[in-house]
Nanobody, 120 residues
Framework: QVQLVESGGGLVQAGGSLRLSCAAS????????MGWFRQAPGKEREFVAV??????LYADSVKGRFTITRDNAKNTVYLQMNSLKPEDTAVYYC???????????????WGQGTQVTVSS
C-alpha cells in the first residue's frame, strides 16, 4: 500500500513558476514509477510527466517547461513548473505504479490533488 500527499499548488501569474511535491509512504518507493497528471474542469485527466529508474517522460505540452525529479531517500517526487501558462491551470495529481505508463488508468495509487491556477 502506498499513500501519496501532494503539496505546493497555488495561484501564480503567467510566466511564473511553482514546484509541486509528492511525499509517499510505504516501502520500496524507488521501485515505483511516479507520475504527475492533471485535470481541468470538464476535461479528462491527462498525463504530465513520469519518472522511473532514471527514465523521465513528458507530455509534449509541458516539455521544456516542466521537470520531474525524485529523491528516493526522502520518498518524494517533485514537479518543477516554469514558464507557466493559463492553460496549465488544473488540479495536479501524483500517482504511483510499478509500470512506466502515460495512461492514468494504469496507476493504482493516487494523491488527493493540489490546485494550480495560472492567471493571465
Amino acid at each position: 500500500q502506498v499513500q501519496l500527499v501532494e503539496s505546493g499548488g497555488g495561484l501564480v501569474q503567467a510566466g511564473g513558476s511553482l514546484r509541486l511535491s509528492c511525499a509517499a509512504s510505504g516501502r520500496a518507493f524507488s521501485r515505483f514509477a511516479m507520475g504527475w497528471f492533471r485535470q481541468a474542469p470538464g476535461k479528462e485527466r491527462e498525463f504530465v510527466a513520469v519518472s522511473r529508474n532514471g527514465i523521465s517522460l513528458y507530455a509534449d505540452s509541458v516539455k521544456g517547461r516542466f521537470t520531474i525529479t525524485r529523491d528516493n531517500a526522502k520518498n518524494t517526487v517533485y514537479l518543477q513548473m516554469n514558464s507557466l501558462k493559463p492553460e496549465d491551470t488544473a488540479v495536479y495529481y501524483c500517482a504511483a505504479d510499478l509500470g512506466l505508463s502515460r495512461y492514468y488508468r494504469d496507476y493504482d495509487y493516487w494523491g488527493q490533488g493540489t490546485q494550480v491556477t495560472v492567471s493571465s
